[in-house]
């Protein structure tokens, strides 16, 4: 959605940008072509392999782009190590890279065989596999049910702990085709595979991207400075759920109760919020990256505190 993510953001000569899902890099390249020739932009990605793919990619921009190692979720803390205090934009890109679903050693996907892997950060906390061994039976159904808004949960659930007393769970088909065999044929869907929300239950888990989008979101409205501009890019209903609530809370100011006669708590709206409805990838972007079916971007302006 280059387009509509350059139309909403806006950028412009000189402005400081933060592209918080940085992956390979092309939304920074469009934000730096279009705030030449001196404006900044800062990437942020917990992935090694996405930072320096990235920065190559860039490397054309010099000192413009600087990238950081990191989650999004602590874009204030990574922003003030580089005594950054407030940034013009800020676009958030949120859930797997192509590049990462791709790669079959990631263990992102299911289309080809890999280790179980899922963290986005290769190098810091519990993989899938290690999740999916240790996890009681009702954390498992939790994790698949609330995060992957699986109906099978439980069935899937029961399915992986007895399969796991005969052998450890070690790679993304061996999971994927356990799934399958448990979801009745007559209940699986023919545009998706059988097993891609118990991998997104598990992918959320894994990297606590629901809090990120929590913690990163209202780090950005803080930061952005009054005239600047938040995009957000979710694809699936528990992070629009979450994008759709802090623009609305941030847009609404008073937080009272509706009971009282005025308001108590002086509360101002901090956002103008810029998306009515969700946009959607157009017909041309479907065509060439069927990916983009599941996008949807918000977008709010920053109003003067």
Excluded at 183 to 194: A, M, S
Aim: net charge neutral.
């Amino acid at each position: 959605m280059a387009a509509e993510v350059l139309q909403y953001l806006a950028p412009r000569p000189g402005g400081v940008y933060l592209d918080g899902t940085l992956g390979a890099g092309g939304h920074s390249e469009l934000i730096l072509e279009a705030s030449g020739p001196d404006g900044l932009v800062y990437g942020i990605d917990r992935d090694p392999s996405a930072l320096a793919a990235a920065s190559q990619r860039l490397e054309r921009f010099g000192n413009r782009f600087r990238p950081l190692r990191g989650s999004f979720g602590d874009l204030a803390e990574l922003l003030a190590s580089q005594g950054v205090g407030a940034i013009d934009g800020l676009l958030l890109d949120l859930g797997v890279s192509s590049p990462q679903l791709d790669r079959a050693e990631r263990g992102f996907s299911f289309r080809a065989d890999g280790p179980l892997d899922m963290r986005m950060d290769p190098s810091q906390g519990d993989t899938a596999a290690d999740l999916v061994n240790s996890l009681s039976e009702r954390e498992l159904e939790r994790a698949i049910k609330e995060y992957g808004e699986e109906r099978w949960a439980r069935k899937i659930a029961q399915r992986i702990v007895a399969a796991r007393q005969e052998r450890p769970f070690e790679t993304t088909l061996q999971l994927a085709e356990l799934v399958e065999r448990t979801i009745p044929r007559r209940f699986q869907e023919d545009r998706i595979h059988p097993a891609t929300r118990t991998f997104q239950g598990l992918r959320i888990l894994v990297n606590s991207e629901l809090e990120q989008v929590e913690q990163g979101l209202q780090a950005g409205i803080d930061l952005v400075r009054p005239g600047g501009r938040l995009v957000v890019i979710s694809f699936h209903s528990l992070e629009d759920r979450i994008v759709k609530q802090r623009l609305r809370d941030a847009a609404s100011g008073c937080r009272c109760p509706r009971q009282l006669p005025q308001c108590v708590c002086g509360q101002k709206p901090l956002l103008r919020v810029l998306t009515s409805r969700p946009v959607m990838a157009g017909d041309a972007e479907l065509a060439e990256n069927p990916r983009s079916r599941s996008a949807k971007l918000r977008a709010a302006e920053r109003l003067a505190g």
